[in-house]
């Protein structure tokens, strides 16, 4: 039994109790009617040892304030985007705006931990009455609490990591680096939440390709820069390099395109090049804007850079691809001649298939001073019709894709003894293609295989007269398909996040059937260069 003393303490603590509970209530129904950007002016949020203000970053007071659900940042490096990305994680998850919690994904485990020590923890360290009163210790890098909601830290390789989170709010930080399985088991955390809200930021890298892909379906917003002279608006990003403007006395000034005026990055506003789209807002950032980049440097680097790729992509913020490493359709049309796509061929003739919804197939042959010359190009239903082009073009040697359908692409192998064997990539051959005649298949490294095809297209350095090249038909409906499909796959390069070590890997950009079909046709043609007397084929 309680003592009245204890008794009168109890309801003493209760009262104080209720009274606190009561009191952080209405703080926080106070401060989920503020947005972001007015909740940190407002509590003076603290970062690195000052107030976070918007002097010197004033194209981050429009984006702080921005409560749209469906936000896209394309951004160079050293923006204060991965700051803000925090901060409207911390300011949704005390304020009650993401009661089920927030998913915040990064590309690896490390950069899971250097966010939580980074930047997490000085900002509950530097504003503990704003941020801080409201952690609950969890003691682990990769999970917070405020309140009572949690901000799940993750790293987006990890399957395991992303079941079994319901979330209201997800963050993909660096979302060039995602497997797009990932984002797709992501996005399902948010299957049953009623405020539903993404924020994706990257840097860029290949165009069409990650956040570049994802901002093209956004209003596309970017900062333009109003001229003090003439009052026009210059968008840096658009103009580069005349708007970075050279004087006499060696200062380089950001110009304004009209009058050539000197534009001050801080008098800016935020324009959409496309402000019909409602339902994405995308934003768009760039160092030729930072007030800590001095324009001259910037200039200087491209002039001098061996490696446009990053000064484009962590400079300007626009993603690069140099032109050896994708297939322009330019470059595909540069090809086709004027004869049409015949019914037969005597042959004999190479074929390649890919297959999935649809079977696309390229078939080829010899063709002197060239590559190979392109007979067939067909996207196909039922797999009976592969059987008919073998027997009608006189094909020697056809390889297929072994997946997804395995059984039917061995029961085709098997109807045709000795002509079709099925691929399997293997990214560890260093060699060239092997060849398994009792399997019927044959295995390649993906990215070698891709080269050498590649370079049917694009020509061998050195390849004057194009005699590396393959000839196509001329240009038809299916040939803009296949030169689009050609067009959508693009190299890069990767680095390993355990080893550090470097590899280049093609990378799909869109629907690229008739690339693999075609990469899948040369590898069966290169047969004819290696056989010993091909015209007996």
């Not at 069966?524 to 260069?529: D, E, Q």
Request: aromatic content about 10%.
């Amino acid at each position: 039994m309680l003592g009245n003393a204890s008794i009168v303490a109890t309801k003493r603590d209760d009262l104080f109790k209720g009274f606190n509970d009561s009191f952080e209530r209405r703080f926080r129904n106070q401060d989920a009617k503020q947005n972001l950007g007015e909740w940190v002016k407002a509590c003076k949020i603290v970062l690195e040892g000052k107030p976070l203000t918007f002097e010197k970053h004033e194209y981050l007071e429009k984006p702080y304030s921005d409560s749209h659900a469906d936000q896209t940042e394309m951004k160079a490096a050293q923006m204060g985007l991965t700051v803000k990305a925090g901060l409207r994680s911390i300011h949704g998850a005390i304020t009650g705006k993401y009661p089920r919690g927030i998913l915040y994904l990064f590309p690896n485990r490390s950069d899971v931990t250097d966010f939580s020590k980074a930047r997490i923890t000085p900002l509950v360290q530097e504003n503990p009455d704003t941020i801080g009163k409201w952690i609950v210790e969890t003691d682990t890098s990769n999970l917070k609490q405020f309140g009572s909601s949690f901000l799940y830290l993750r790293g987006m390789n990890s399957r395991v990591g992303l079941k079994s989170i319901p979330v209201d709010f997800i963050v993909f930080d660096e979302l060039d680096e995602a497997p797009q399985t990932a984002v797709d088991m992501a996005m399902e955390r948010m299957a049953h939440s009623e405020v539903h809200e993404s924020l994706k930021l990257s840097n860029p890298t290949l165009p069409d390709f990650g956040i570049d892909k994802a901002f093209q379906q956004t209003d596309q917003r970017y900062w333009k820069l109003k001229c003090p002279a003439c009052g026009e608006y210059t968008c840096l990003e658009d103009t580069f390099p005349s708007c970075l403007l050279e004087l006499s006395e060696g200062r380089v000034i950001r110009a304004c395109q009209k009058c050539k005026a000197e534009l001050n990055p801080a008098i800016g506003e935020w324009v959409a090049k496309r402000p019909e789209v409602e339902d994405k807002r995308g934003y768009h950032y760039s160092q030729l804007f930072s007030q800590f980049v001095d324009p001259k440097s910037i200039l200087h680097q491209f002039r001098t850079t061996q490696n446009l790729t990053d000064f484009y992509n962590l400079k300007i913020g626009i993603p690069w691809v140099e032109a050896t490493h994708r297939i322009s359709l330019e470059a595909v049309y540069a090809l086709c001649d004027t004869y049409g796509l015949p019914e037969s061929d005597p042959g004999p003739c190479s074929m390649g298939v890919d297959q999935g919804k649809d079977l696309h197939v390229v078939i080829g042959r010899q063709h002197e001073g060239r590559a190979g010359k392109i007979v067939h190009l067909g996207v196909h239903r039922e797999w009976a019709k592969l059987g008919e082009l073998i027997k009608a073009f006189n094909v020697f040697r056809g390889v297929i894709d072994g997946l997804p359908d395995t059984d039917k692409a061995r029961d085709l192998a098997r109807a045709h003894p000795g002509k079709v064997y099925l691929n399997f990539y293997n990214e560890h051959q260093k060699s060239s293609y092997k060849w398994n005649e009792a399997e019927r298949t044959v295995t390649s490294n993906r990215t070698e295989s891709l080269d050498a095809s590649h370079s049917q297209i694009l020509g061998k350095i050195g390849d004057t007269k194009g005699a590396s090249r393959v000839i196509l038909p001329r240009r038809t409906q299916v040939v803009e398909e296949f030169a689009q499909h050609l067009h959508n796959v693009a190299k890069r390069l990767e680095e390993d996040e355990e080893t550090g070590s470097k590899r280049y890997v093609y990378v799909k950009l869109g629907p690229d059937h008739f690339r693999h079909a075609f990469n899948y046709e040369s590898m069966a043609r290169s047969v004819f260069a290696n056989a010993l007397f091909p015209e007996f084929l």
